[in-house]
C-alpha cells in the first residue's frame, strides 16, 4: 500500500510557503490536508529534522518554512518523510533448492536500486516553486476543469 505522506508534506510546506512569515499550527494544516492533527505533528517533526522547517511554540508561533521554496527540491522533502523502498522482500528466506529462490534477492535489490536512482533523479528536479507555479497556474494535472477559477 503507498504511503500518503510524500503528498501530506508537498501539501504541508506548499501551505508554509505561500503564508511566508506567518506561522502555521498543526491543527490549521491539518484542517488543509483534512488529516488528524497527530498526523501532522509527526510530518512536522521529521521536516524540521530534515532542516526544512523550523517550529516556534506561543502565540505567534507554528510552523515556518526555513528555506526559500526554490532551495527546496521535492527529493529533500520525500527523503524527509518516506523512504524510496518500493518493493517489499520475502518474509521468509527462499528455497535455496530452487533456481528462482536462489538468486531471487540480488536480482530485486537491483531493480529496486535502479528504480529508486530514477525516481531521486526526477524528484530533484522539481523544487517547491515549481508546485507553487504549478498550484497558481491552475494547471496541476489530475485538476477538474471547473477548479480552474475557484478559490
Request: proline content about 5%.
Amino acid at each position: 500500500m503507498a504511503s500518503c505522506r510524500f503528498a501530506f508534506a508537498v501539501h504541508v510546506m506548499a501551505v508554509l510557503a505561500l503564508r511566508k512569515n506567518q506561522g502555521c499550527s498543526s491543527s490549521r494544516l491539518a484542517e488543509t490536508v483534512n488529516t488528524n492533527p497527530v498526523v501532522i505533528r509527526r510530518l512536522l517533526i521529521d521536516l524540521q529534522n530534515a532542516g526544512l522547517i523550523r517550529t516556534l511554540r506561543g502565540p505567534h508561533g507554528g510552523a515556518f518554512l526555513h528555506q526559500k521554496p526554490e532551495k527546496v527540491s521535492l527529493f529533500r522533502i520525500h527523503a524527509a518523510v518516506s523512504s524510496l523502498n518500493l518493493f517489499g522482500s520475502h518474509p521468509n528466506q527462499p528455497s535455496p533448492d530452487c533456481p528462482v529462490g536462489r538468486r531471487i534477492a540480488g536480482v530485486m535489490r537491483h531493480i529496486q536500486d535502479r528504480t529508486s536512482l530514477s525516481i531521486e533523479r526526477e524528484l530533484q528536479k522539481v523544487t517547491l516553486a515549481d508546485v507553487l507555479r504549478e498550484l497558481k497556474s491552475g494547471e496541476a494535472k489530475g485538476q477538474r476543469p471547473a477548479e480552474k477559477g475557484g478559490t
